[in-house]
C-alpha cells in the first residue's frame, strides 16, 4: 500500500531519539528496520499462504486458458473434466470450503476482517500524519479525525452499497482498485529512495553504495511490473480511444516519476563515468564539459548548494521540516 511508505516515516518521527548524536540515530535506523522488517515478512507470509493455497487448489491449465478466463477449477467430474468459474472475493469461502472443509471459510471470514482494519486504520492514520504535517493544516482534532477517517472508508461504504446485488461488478471493483494502489507506489516509494539516498539530507546517515544499486534496481523493477499489471488488466480487443487514453496517461506517469528521480538519475550517471578508465576520451570529455558548466553556474548565481559551498550550484536546503528532524525538535514545531 503506498500510504504504508508514508505511515512508517511518520511514526519514525514518533520515536524519542536524540537526532544530535550519530551513535543513538545508527542505532534507532537498526531497530526501525528490524520492526518494519518483521511487519513486512509477516505479511508476506500470510500473502504466500493465501496465493498458494487458491493456486494448489483451484488452478487448471484449462480454466486458465479458456475463453473468457483464466478462470479456476472448482470441482471435476468423474471423468476429470474442470468446472471452469471464477473466483472472486465473494465466493472464495464457498471454494475453500468445498476444497478445505467448512472451517476454512469461517477462518477466511476472519482473516479479511482483519485485513480490512488494518488497512482501514494505516490509511486513516497515513492521512491524519499528511494533513497534520505534510500539508500543516492547523484544524481541531475532532474534525481531523472525523474527515481522514470519512475519506478512508467512505468510498469503500459507496462502492459495498452500490455493488452489493452485483457481485462480479464488486469483483472488478476489487481488482482496479489493487492496480490502482500498485501503480501509485512509486509516488511514495520513488521519493523515499531519492532522501535516503542524498547525503545533502541524511548526511552520514545516507544509504551505501551497495545498498543503494539494490533498492533502486527493485525500486524500478516494481515499476515495469505495475506497467505490466495495467497492459494485462486492459487486454485486447478495446476501442482505439482506450489505448490512446492509456498511452496519454501513461506518458505522463512515466514523466511524473522520472521528476522525481531525475537528480539521482544524474547522480548515477556521473558515477558510472568517473568508474571508467582514467584513458578514455569520452570520460574527459564529460568530465570537462561538466566542470565548464559548474564554473558557468558559480558565476551566475552564489549562495549555498547541496554541497554547502558558497557559489556551488544547486539547491537551497531552507527546509525547516528537514531542520527540525536533524535537531530534534519535530514535535514541538508541530510537524511530524
Known amino acids: 500500500m503506498p500510504h504504508n511508505i508514508y505511515l512508517h516515516s511518520a511514526l519514525v518521527l514518533s520515536r524519542k531519539v536524540n537526532r544530535r548524536k550519530p551513535a543513538h540515530v545508527k542505532e534507532a535506523n537498526k531497530y526501525f528496520a528490524i520492526d518494519s522488517g518483521i511487519a513486512l515478512l509477516i505479511s508476506f507470509v500470510i500473502n504466500l499462504a493465501v496465493v498458494s493455497v487458491f493456486a494448489y487448489h483451484f488452478f487448471d491449465d484449462a480454466c486458465a486458458n479458456t475463453v473468457g478466463g483464466p478462470l ?7 471423468e476429470g473434466v474442470c468446472d471452469c468459474q471464477e473466483i472472486g472475493l465473494a465466493g472464495a469461502h464457498d471454494a475453500l470450503a468445498g476444497a478445505l472443509g467448512k472451517s476454512a471459510k469461517y477462518i477466511w471470514g476472519v482473516g479479511l476482517l482483519a485485513a480490512g482494519q488494518a488497512s482501514t486504520m494505516t490509511g486513516t492514520y497515513a492521512g491524519q500524519y499528511v494533513m497534520e504535517g505534510f500539508l500543516d493544516l492547523k484544524i481541531p482534532l475532532w474534525a481531523r479525525v472525523t474527515f481522514t477517517r470519512f475519506v478512508a472508508i467512505g468510498p469503500g461504504l459507496v462502492v459495498a452499497i452500490l455493488t452489493e446485488n452485483n457481485q462480479n461488478l464488486s469483483d472488478k471493483f476489487q481488482e482496479a482498485i489493487n492496480v490502482f494502489n500498485s501503480v501509485l507506489l512509486s509516488f511514495s516509494l520513488l521519493p523515499v529512495l531519492h532522501f535516503t539516498s542524498s547525503p545533502a539530507i541524511m548526511g552520514e546517515h545516507v544509504s551505501g553504495l551497495p545498498l543503494t544499486v539494490t533498492i533502486w534496481a527493485l525500486a524500478f523493477g516494481v515499476l515495469a511490473i505495475n506497467i505490466y499489471l495495467v497492459v494485462l488488466r486492459i487486454g485486447g480487443g478495446q476501442p482505439w480511444w482506450v489505448y490512446f487514453l492509456t498511452a496519454f496517461v ?21 558515477m558510472v563515468v568517473e568508474a571508467m578508465p582514467e584513458g578514455w576520451v569520452v570520460k574527459r570529455r564529460l568530465l570537462e564539459g561538466r566542470k565548464a558548466r559548474e564554473g558557468e553556474g558559480g558565476k551566475e548565481g552564489g549562495g549555498v548548494g547541496i554541497g554547502g559551498a558558497e557559489g556551488s550550484p544547486g539547491r537551497r536546503l531552507d527546509n525547516p521540516l528537514i531542520e527540525s528532524v536533524r535537531d530534534g525538535e519535530g514535535e514541538g514545531s508541530g510537524s511530524t
Open 250 to 270: 501513461g506518458v505522463v506517469y512515466l514523466a511524473f516519476s522520472y521528476s522525481l528521480v531525475k537528480e539521482d538519475f544524474a547522480k548515477g550517471f556521473w
Open 72 to 78: 479456476a477449477c472448482l470441482s471435476r467430474d468423474l
